[in-house]
């Protein structure tokens, strides 16, 4: 009939979206193995638990902000929140392709919250004890005289001019500027700073 509203279990199967998705993100967006089988493993876990609630194979309307509260809410009793925004993410992400092929114009997902994850101060070495670390024969830099001058000089970096070690890993000659004690560095996002060098690592 024509202007008639479509049955509630109509539309792809859950289990062939996602693998759409999966496919996706491997081939197109070139993501790691362990990135799509995370998304793969959470998303797969929403369609098993809209099967058995369904007692039918999921289709891609069966997800509705109900739907997706309530799986939250069940797998939620054993999960810690970082794993459980995790799974929010998942499902926000495979909207977001949906929404640019077309399949969708809404994302249930939207006005769903993540849980409030709790941040810990990071742990720091205290200034007496990373000397040791650095002066001790048994902690400190191994190998010749010249490894183990380019090695402190290393962790003088780490610490004193707060590189992450990624950024010191990339680093180049022509990064350090030796007259002004700075150094050039290339962080997150491709963003270029200018770092001071600590005394030490001078």
């Known amino acids: 009939m024509s202007g008639a509203s479509l049955p509630k279990n109509t539309g792809p199967e859950l289990t062939s ?13 070139h993501s790691s193995l362990h990135t799509v089988s995370a ?3 959470d998303l797969s876990g929403l369609a098993e ?17 109900l739907s997706l509260r309530s799986w939250l809410g ?6 810690a929140p970082a794993s459980i925004a995790r799974k929010l993410s998942s499902v926000r992400a495979l909207y977001v392709f949906l929404g640019r092929t077309g399949e969708v114009r809404e994302n249930p997902a939207a006005l769903l919250q993540s849980p409030k994850l709790s941040r810990g101060l990071p742990l720091v070495l205290r200034p007496e004890a990373s000397a040791e670390v650095v002066e001790s024969p048994e902690h400190g ?7 183990k001058l380019r090695d402190r000089a290393l ?9 992450r070690v990624s950024e010191l890993a990339a680093l180049n000659l022509d990064a350090v500027n030796v007259r002004e004690a700075e150094l050039r560095v290339l962080g997150k996002g491709r963003k270029e700073r200018m770092v001071p060098l600590s005394g030490e690592a001078d």
């Open 141 to 147: 830099p191994l190998g010749t005289e010249v490894e």
């Open 39 to 41: 998304y793969r493993r």
């Open 17 to 29: 979206v996602v693998e759409r998705f999966a496919e996706y993100l491997a081939l197109e967006r």
């Open 155 to 163: 962790l003088e970096l780490l610490y004193g001019s707060g590189l």
């Open 74 to 79: 069940t797998v939620g009793e054993n999960l």
């Open 49 to 65: 638990f809209l099967r058995e609630r369904l007692a039918r194979e999921p289709v891609l309307s069966d997800v509705t902000r």
